[in-house]
């Protein structure tokens, strides 16, 4: 029934969580204990479908180890007394772009798009009730209550990246109430279920589904459904709004939360008529990505302290988040990086001529540059440039980086000084501004200099271009012990050549017991409808 749906598994894997208690008391076994051992596995991808697999040896994971922390006296947040995972690499070290490079493993949160989403979730037959609660235990499951990161008003319309379902999921694993109800609806409707979102003033975003010839609320962000008088049916707005006890008897923040009646009293207390606050429901963004020769992707699990809150503009992190990186840093003795740049103007390349500096202007007394786009499926959240000017005694001057938010309006970051050589290593997280601005997929980079008689006077010898990225740490591609298989896709027409680096540690602390397989109802338990 929905009561053992709602209870009885996350019971048993509360109880599960327990036996494994000695471990997560106290800190996660480090890098450098002799009980944790770190290893890595490079692989070769030169097709657009590969499948392989990877052994994680010892005991211990984040699944078999997890642990529930009470953030403010009732939100509950999931952490892993012991992850295994430290980082996944994809690094394109061909001559062509890849396309849409993804990583998928032990077919879990393949969260690309909408699309990929819902072939996951929906299975062929599934009803309209066991639709919606597939969506609503992909929100209930993989987000903690802590603090939108990412909303704003204009003109009067409430919009932000976390109104689109798989920014959200991939980007950020803290929320509130609101997104949750709007993601859940727009995921609804794009699988054929009517669905509306409800929100009580400031107090309470809410969404419901339509099956079965009725309305039914399912809160994601408070864990928690109501059931009629008879316990069974799964109730809408307008029966929880008319007897609000239906509300305060239901344990609200899942199986691991507290007993708390005041706190289960209160959230009916919120409950009235819609307010209707407009707002914009986003949608259609992918975690396409293309990998230009030289580039790459890092996911990593733990992070470096770079978050977004323009909401808020909290100074303080939330509780739990992980950052990644995008690295490009180009074979500059080839011809590639012409091609990757979004527009260049008197340059040559090492390739062409066979003359250093590796880019060097094509005449002399005349302004040269690059101008590089920089494109992420996940959050900006900071990064740096780094340049290596070269230039002959009275070869030129003026070597400079600019960044922009559109490629038209430019800020000047660094210049370079008198010199021989010229070394550019500039941050761009005031730039990126991610306590003060709408979250950033793109910018661009823009790196110039004025060589005076000699075109090789002055030129570039190194360019790397770092952006530092906001992850969930759910949306991750994680290993777990024993076999785990990977499926690695893209979408590249030709050739491709992907070096996939896979670093992970691996722990025998103590060996939990094993999972429990399924929950049992009492024979006389029929399904809420």
Not at 23 to 33: C, D, H, I, W
Not at 487 to 515: F, M
Request: hydrophobic fraction near 35%.
């Amino acid at each position: 029934s929905d009561i053992v749906r709602q209870w009885m598994i996350p019971g048993l894997c509360a109880v599960h969580a327990i036996l494994c208690l000695e471990l997560v008391r106290g800190e996660q076994p480090k890098e450098s204990s002799p009980d944790v051992t770190t290893k890595d596995l490079t692989r070769l991808i030169e097709t657009g479908h590969d499948e392989y697999q990877v052994h994680v040896g010892g005991t211990l994971d984040g699944f078999n180890t997890a642990r529930y922390v009470n953030i403010d006296g009732h939100h509950m947040m999931e952490l892993a007394g012991f992850e295994p995972n430290i980082e996944l690499t994809i690094e394109n070290v061909g001559r062509q772009d890849v396309v849409n490079s993804r990583v998928v493993i032990n077919d879990r949160h393949d969260w690309f798009s909408i699309e990929t989403l819902v072939n996951e979730i929906i299975k062929p037959g599934m009803t309209d009730r066991e639709k919606a609660f597939a969506v609503y235990e992909v929100f209930r499951d993989n987000f903690y209550h802590y603090n939108a990161p990412e909303l704003y008003y204009e003109h009067g319309v409430k919009k932000g990246d976390v109104y689109d379902p798989i920014k959200h999921l991939n980007c950020y694993e803290n929320t509130g109430c609101g997104p949750m109800a709007i993601g859940m609806a727009t995921i609804w409707s794009h699988i054929g279920l009517k669905s509306r979102v409800i929100n009580f003033a400031s107090a309470h975003w809410v969404s419901e589904v339509f099956y079965n010839e009725a309305w039914h609320l399912l809160d994601a962000d408070r864990k928690a459904f109501y059931l009629s008088r008879d316990n069974r049916r799964v109730i809408g707005v307008a029966e929880a709004t008319a007897d609000k006890t239906l509300i305060t008897r239901t344990h609200h923040q899942g199986f691991a939360a507290p007993n708390h009646p005041k706190y289960d009293t209160s959230r009916a207390q919120c409950y009235g008529s819609n307010t209707g606050t407009p707002y914009e429901a986003a949608q259609g963004h992918t975690m396409g990505l293309t990998l230009r020769p030289g580039e790459s992707i890092i996911r990593r699990w733990d992070n470096i302290g770079k978050y977004h809150d323009n909401w808020r503009q909290k100074e303080t992190p939330p509780p739990k988040f992980a950052n990644g990186k995008m690295v490009y840093q180009p074979d500059l003795t080839g011809p590639d990086v012409l091609q990757a740049a979004e527009e260049h103007y008197n340059v040559v390349l090492y390739s062409a001529d066979k003359k250093r500096p590796y880019i060097h202007a094509a005449e002399g007394h005349c302004g040269s540059g690059l101008i590089f786009r920089i494109r992420s499926p996940y959050c900006i959240v900071g990064g740096r440039v780094q340049v290596r000017f070269v230039c002959k005694p009275k070869g030129g001057r003026l070597p400079k980086v600019h960044l922009s938010y559109d490629g038209r309006n430019w800020r000047n970051v660094w210049h370079g000084r008198s010199g021989a050589l010229r070394e550019c290593d500039v941050s761009i997280d005031d730039f990126i501004g991610t306590r003060q601005m709408n979250a950033r997929y793109e910018y661009f980079v823009k790196v110039d200099f004025l060589t005076f008689g000699d075109p090789t006077g002055m030129g570039i010898d190194s360019l790397r271009i770092e952006t530092d990225v906001e992850t969930s740490l759910p949306s991750l591609p994680s290993l777990r012990v024993g076999p785990n298989r990977v499926v690695y896709r893209d979408d590249t027409d030709g050739v491709r050549r992907i070096k996939l680096t896979h670093r992970w540690q691996e722990c025998s602390a103590n060996t939990p017991p094993q999972a429990p397989t399924e929950g049992r109802a009492s024979d006389d338990a029929a399904p809420a409808t």
